[in-house]
Each structure stands twice: as C-alpha cells, then as structure tokens.
Nanobody, 125 residues
Framework: VQLVESGGGLVQAGGSLRLSCAVSGRTVSWYAMGWFRQAPGKERELVAAIPTGNSTDYADSAKGRFTISRDSAKNTVDLQMNSLKPEDTAVYYC????????????????????WGQGTQVTVSS
C-alpha cells in the first residue's frame, strides 16, 4: 500500500488547513490509520488516529481543534486542522496498519507498517 499526503502549507495562527492522505493499492477500510507529526529536534508524535471502525482518538494538543476522518469512496483519510498555533508547525505524516479489529487504535509509531513522505505545515504567529 502507498500513502501520499497533501494539503500542507503556510498559514497564520488561528487559521485552518485540511490534510489528505491518499491510499493506493488497498482499500483504506482495511487499515487503522494515524496522523503523526515531527517538529525539528523532536520525536514523531501521534496527532490523531482512526481504527477500521468509527471511533477516533486525539492527542491532548489536538483535541477540540483537529478532526480525523475516513472517506472510503475516495480512499483517503483526512485531517482537518482548525485554530492552528505556531506550535503545530511540523512535518505531518500519514501512517497505516492492516487491522482486523474495528475498535483497535494504535498509538505508537512502531505499530504502523506504512508511511507517507510527509507534508510540511508551518503556522506563523
């Protein structure tokens, strides 16, 4: 399976961006998905995750501002980011893991098997 992110860019604080992860090679419904980010000098961290079922979970820093969603018709997983802050500046990565468990959410980067190339998000103050 291949993952390709898009939608990053430069935005002012308080603005919004929508990231999209296009999944090719397999149907996105088979995969637990996650959006991670990595800022310079920091570890890659989970921002939002969605299992093959309908639940979602978010890092505390993203709760109330970010929304992860799956579009099975388009075979994409999107991350809507609102009220962006300068500390959200990072390279954002989409990740996937084949999962037979509809409720299983994976929180560690080591649990994901497939990664996109990343898209830069820069939030200016």
């Amino acid at each position: 399976v291949q993952l390709v992110e898009s939608g990053g860019g430069l935005v002012q604080a308080g603005g919004s961006l929508r990231l999209s992860c296009a999944v090719s090679g397999r149907t996105v419904s088979w995969y637990a998905m996650g959006w991670f980010r990595q800022a310079p000098g920091k570890e890659r961290e989970l921002v939002a995750a969605i299992p093959t079922g309908n639940s979602t979970d978010y890092a505390d820093s993203a709760k109330g501002r970010f929304t992860i969603s799956r579009d099975s018709a388009k075979n994409t997983v999107d991350l809507q980011m609102n009220s962006l802050k300068p500390e959200d500046t990072a390279v954002y990565y989409c990740a996937a893991r084949l999962s037979a468990y509809s409720s299983a959410i994976y929180y560690r980067k080591e649990q994901y098997d497939y990664w996109g190339q990343g898209t830069q998000v820069t939030v200016s103050s």
